[in-house]
């Protein structure tokens, strides 16, 4: 069965420290990836996702990922959060016509 | 992207009762929605899908008797909790797909407690 695998249960970081989540999957074959965001209280947003083309995506709030197609990975980064980056993250795979997502990371972001 | 209404977003329920949570996409006809479950610290977990006008497709471990699903319009499913208990408190959420699947779209969740 496909599984998404996220790394790190929970960040604690620094305002303007740089961030990067990890995110695994296991499928082989054709994946579109996604990164949601779960602000406190709020519904899932959408960060970015990846269909094909260029392996490095540009979301909003100055967030990216790359899709390293050898790794089965789809790590989320961005190079300087914010306070109002804390918030619960979400990686997910499409397969098809399902969704699969991993268990979150938590990141708080200290001011 | 499809706006997705969930209500209501909070309901406590003494045991043995039922709930109904409906899910609304308000700007997308849905023929297919997902039902979700999140426990706290864990992933969404796939409960059902539901399909308009048929049945809806249970995952492994589901209780469809226990977890009812209607999808009775391309704007609407309902999930009713029958006979909740305790156990059955968790957040749930509604979710569409976006055309062809290239995106899911959330409503904003549904924290149930039963007492």
């Known amino acids: 069965a496909q599984s998404v695998s996220q790394h790190n249960h929970h960040v604690i970081l620094s305002e303007a420290a740089s961030l990067e989540l990890g995110c695994n999957y296991s499928?082989?074959?054709?994946?579109?990836l996604f990164w949601y965001v779960q602000y406190p209280g709020q519904h899932l947003q959408l960060l970015l996702k990846y269909f094909s083309g260029d392996p490095l995506v540009k979301g909003i709030k100055g967030f990216e990922a790359e899709f390293i197609k050898s790794k089965f990975s789809f790590n989320l980064r961005k190079p300087s959060v914010q306070w109002s980056d804390t918030a619960e993250y979400f990686c997910a795979v499409n397969t098809g016509n399902q969704f699969y997502f991993g268990t979150g990371t938590s990141l708080t972001v200290i001011p | 992207g499809a706006v997705v209404s969930q209500h209501p977003s909070w309901v406590i329920c003494k045991s043995g009762t039922s709930v109904k949570i409906e899910c609304r996409s308000l700007d997308f006809q849905a023929t297919t929605m997902f039902w979700y479950r999140q426990f706290p610290k864990q992933s969404l977990m796939l409960m059902a899908t539901s399909n308009e006008g048929s049945k809806a497709t249970y995952e492994q471990g589901v209780e469809k008797d226990k977890f009812l699903i209607n999808h009775a319009s391309l704007t609407l499913s309902t999930l009713t909790v029958t006979s909740a208990h305790p156990e059955d408190s968790s957040f749930y959420i509604c979710?569409?797909?976006?055309?062809?699947?290239?995106?899911?779209?959330f409503g904003q969740g549904t924290r149930l407690t039963v007492v």
């Open positions: 499928y082989g074959g054709t994946v579109n």
């Open positions: 979710s569409v797909p976006g055309r062809q699947y290239t995106e899911a779209f």
